[in-house]
């Protein structure tokens, strides 16, 4: 094999490793994703207050 034919090799196997890491560090970009992050960022900024829970939809009891 001709040098150009591993530094091609290497080459393709760099980009490859770049698509990977890209696709493992990309965040998430729906809107409830967005949502999700913001009431954690909230929650996280209250002081003293535990995590707010999602109402109910049920019947309230007691």
Do not use: K
């Not at 980009?15 to 992050?37: D, K, Q």
């Amino acid at each position: 094999m001709s040098n150009l034919a591993y530094l091609g090799i290497a080459v393709v196997i760099s980009l490859i490793g770049c698509v990977v890491l890209w696709l493992r560090t990309r965040r998430p970009r729906s809107m409830e994703h967005s949502m999700r992050e913001f009431s954690r960022e909230l929650d996280a900024l209250a002081p003293g207050e535990e995590p707010s829970q999602p109402p109910s939809r049920g019947r309230h009891t007691g």
